[in-house]
T-cell receptor, first 117, second 111 residues
Framework: GAVVSQHPSWVICKSGTSVKIECRSL??????MFWYRQFPKQSLMLMAT?????????EQGVEKDKFLINHASLTLSTLTVTSAHPEDSSFYIC?????????????FGPGTRLTVT | GQQVMQIPQYQHVQEGEDFTTYCNSS?????IQWYKQRPGGHPVFLIQ?????EVKKQKRLTFQFGEAKKNSSLHITATQTTDVGTYFC???????????FGKGTTLSVSS
């Protein structure tokens, strides 16, 4: 089946620094990728929708200047958390939709746990 | 905006008992998907339902999509300890659009 990877799987950074998270579709081309965040024991909250070669669409309340999303190729999307603060600590998960097969199915990456100290 | 509500939030059962979680959307969905997340893990896709009134089975799991495509349920027969985790429903308004997740139902099973 389709595989989506994320890197890093976990990261600890100091407040004020920036962190980049990569989401890759390993065996298929993803025209659209989605970024979610999940706080402990809570549901996944959609942050943004990323289409290859165009600007990401952010959900209401998500700061686009703080969470920079780039989808430069059909297999890679990146999320950069700029000037991270402790409240940004969360589990970030991406998902990808393929260019063929079922138009509904999305494939999730394993997630990246970010801790800001 | 679109909301997906899921109940109950928590459910504890004795091993062998049945379990059901319900999902309701404020708007008509094009599809609904179900995911399972184990503690410390990431959501794992279980199934997707597309057709009105659709019913799908996976061994002890039965998934239903309502006639109006606004509600869904997941039923587990004779739970086992391996069924422990949080079950999320996620609805999509249109094909391939982002999913709106319910808050999940956390299932615990005692032997």
């Amino acid at each position: 089946g389709a595989v989506v990877s994320q890197h890093p799987s976990w990261v600890i950074c100091k407040s004020g620094t920036s962190v980049k998270i990569e989401c890759r579709s390993l065996d298929f081309q993803a025209t659209t990728m989605f970024w979610y965040r999940q706080f402990p024991k809570q549901s996944l909250m959609l942050m943004a929708t990323s289409n290859e070669g165009s600007k990401a669409t952010y959900e209401q309340g998500v700061e686009k200047d703080k969470f920079l999303i780039n989808h430069a190729s059909l297999t890679l999307s990146t999320l950069t958390v700029t000037s991270a603060h402790p409240e940004d600590s969360s589990f970030y998960i991406c998902s990808a939709r393929g260019t063929s097969g079922s138009s509904y199915e999305q494939y999730f990456g394993p997630g990246t746990r970010l801790t800001v100290t | 905006g679109q909301q997906v509500m899921q109940i109950p939030q928590y459910q504890h059962v004795q091993e062998g008992e049945d379990f059901t979680t319900y999902c309701n959307s404020s708007t008509t969905l094009s599809n609904i998907q179900w995911y399972k997340q184990r503690p410390g893990g990431h959501p794992v896709f279980l199934i997707q339902l597309v057709k009105s009134g659709e019913v799908k089975k996976q061994k002890r799991l039965t998934f239903q999509f309502g006639e109006a495509k606004k509600n869904s349920s997941l039923h587990i027969t004779a739970t086992q300890t391996t069924d422990v985790g949080t079950y999320f429903c996620a609805g999509g308004r249109q094909a391939g659009t982002a999913l709106i997740f319910g808050k999940g139902t956390t299932l615990s099973v005692s032997s």
